[in-house]
């Protein structure tokens, strides 16, 4: 971070304050008495004055009296309020009756607190101590988030910029690997083979990784755009159907889709949501066992309509659940045909499918495995 | 891959074209020129008339909407394939404006730029295979 925090143990030496009072000998009391606390003390002796002050000196806070001439304590401090804003310093009304019903319209106006004439010093002190403690944690507190925030969206460009940079030589090394692996410069021994394969499998999985990485960067950047068009359920659903039921058949697995009468039709970027049908068919693949079927359901309401993803794999451990829609949240089981996971999957479906305002949930089948549900606002 | 013509490549990044060469030559194309930033394109464009170029458009200097726009300038006709590692929809909407005929992405797997090429062959050398006999080429 850039700049230091500012010290975090509470030194009120130097805070600024504005005394107003038309009584001069009441200014020079508390003047005395807050000088003698080492805070830097600035007077004014009217309503008018006391906004005019208040603009050059900015003070950390304001002793306000409320029977002035001219305009009063009150109308004083809602001017400054309505100024000054969220920014106005805290406001304590001084006043020499301190009935219960000045003191109301006292915080009415916008006062933090109020003193009695005439003053005890001790109480002069301990409550402008409090209110300026306070005020300055409100401030650190403040400059904090700001920090975390700049730093988190740095984090995210930094995260972004690496892993767009890393793409392209692993394309490549993806690609040569490939390319020799289909003999392109002559044929290779079985043992070059091998390597050659170990080379394109370990660029393809960081290249999976650097590309879910870039999307998490995107997205939590706030960088991500919808091209939304209405879509039909099962249009969304079969192209990736059919490509996983060619990834299942290595497994002797397969995957059956089960339609409505009526298609439902919903507003999707068609790009983003076959992301999202993509990750969870290949999850139920991944993690179920070899030879069980996979079932893709369509299903409607009133409002909302999507599709189910049923698989056979060990259901969702009770104490993992929190952990599978978050960023790199891993569970504990193991795909049962060596496959890889980075955890983000999940996480960048829920984005993209809260993105569209739709909803992501999973249920376990008792002795079954998992039912990934996703449900989308209906095109009308 | 049905193409006898010539393809100049260019990209300023080695092991693009390192894996771009390979991947025309195991594709049949026989007759590749390479440059490595867009004013050698240009040149070797002028000196070789290649049938295709395939342009990177992430270029220090001159990039390759600028390379783009010189090359039409120099053959109206010339067919121009855009490499991109992000489909950056804006780009490659201008990338079309100034008369490129397709694009592709540089991460996706080789079967799939093959299609692509294969594409745009299709598209652009259907009816006139003739002029897809360019000059000598330089191994």
Do not use: W
Not at chain 1, 166 to 194: F, K, V, Y
Not at chain 1, 278 to 292: E, F, M, Q, T
Not at chain 1, 316 to 324: A, C, M, Q, T
Not at chain 2, 38 to 64: C, H, S, W
Request: net charge negative.
């Amino acid at each position: 971070m850039d700049n230091p925090l500012p010290n975090p143990s509470i030194d009120l030496k130097g805070r600024r304050i504005l005394a107003v009072d038309d009584d001069r000998i009441n200014l020079k009391i508390i003047g005395g008495i807050l000088r003698h606390e080492g805070y830097e003390i600035a007077e004014a002796a009217s309503g008018e004055q006391a906004l005019e002050v208040y603009a050059s000196f900015q003070p950390n806070l304001v002793l306000l009296d409320v029977m002035m001439p001219g305009i009063d304590g009150f109308t004083t401090c809602r001017t400054l309020k309505r100024t000054y804003g969220d920014k106005c310093a805290p406001v304590i009304f001084v006043t020499a009756k301190s009935e219960a019903e000045d003191v109301v319209m006292g915080f009415d106006a916008g006062g933090v607190d109020y003193l009695a004439k005439p003053f005890r010093p001790k109480e002069v002190v301990a409550r402008i101590r409090t209110h300026l403690s306070n005020q300055q944690l409100v401030e650190q507190q403040k400059h904090l988030v700001d920090q975390l925030s700049k730093a988190n969206a740095a984090k995210d460009r930094f995260l972004g910029m690496c892993a767009h940079d890393l793409r392209n030589p692993l394309s490549s090394i993806r690609g040569l690997a490939e390319l020799m692996d289909e003999n392109a410069i002559g044929t290779l021994t079985d043992e070059q083979r091998e390597i050659v394969q170990t080379i394109h499998g370990a660029s393809q999985s960081m290249l999976q990784l650097v590309n879910e990485l870039l999307d998490v960067a995107t997205i939590e950047a706030g960088h991500l755009k919808l091209a939304k068009e209405p879509t039909g359920v099962v249009e969304m659903l079969e192209r990736s159907v059919h490509l996983a039921n060619i990834e299942a058949a290595k497994k002797s697995m397969r995957i059956e889709m089960v339609r409505l009468a009526n298609d439902p039709v919903v507003e999707v970027d068609r790009n983003k949501i076959r992301q999202v049908v993509d990750n969870l068919i290949n999850n139920a693949v991944k993690y179920s066992p070899r030879g069980s079927v996979i079932t893709v359901i369509v299903h409607a309401s009133e409002s909302h309509a999507g599709f189910a993803v049923r698989d056979n794999g060990p259901g969702i451990p009770e104490s993992e659940r929190h952990k599978l829609f978050k960023d790199y949240g891993r569970l504990s089981a193991q795909p049962t045909g060596g496959e890889k996971s980075t955890g983000l999957g999940l996480a960048i479906c829920r984005k993209i499918v809260e993105a569209h305002n739709g909803t992501i949930a999973v249920e376990n089948i008792p002795g079954r495995g998992a039912e990934f549900v996703v449900s989308l606002p209906i095109h009308r | 891959m049905n193409f006898s013509g010539s393809i100049l490549l260019v990209d300023d990044e080695a092991h693009i074209r390192k894996f771009m060469s390979l991947l025309l030559r195991h594709l049949g194309v026989t007759r590749i020129f390479e440059a490595h930033n867009g004013a050698t394109a240009i040149e070797v464009y002028k000196a070789e008339r290649p049938d295709m170029v395939m342009l990177d458009v992430n270029m220090p200097q001159m990039d390759g909407l600028e390379t783009l726009r010189a090359l039409k300038t120099i053959d109206p006709d010339c067919v121009v394939v855009m490499l991109t590692s992000l489909a950056n929809r804006q780009t490659i909407d201008q990338a079309v404006a100034l008369g490129a005929a397709n694009y592709i992405r540089k991460d996706a797997p080789p079967e799939d730029i093959g299609r692509a090429l294969a594409d745009t062959i299709d598209t652009c050398f259907e009816s006139d295979e003739g002029d897809a006999d360019g000059p000598a080429p330089t191994p």
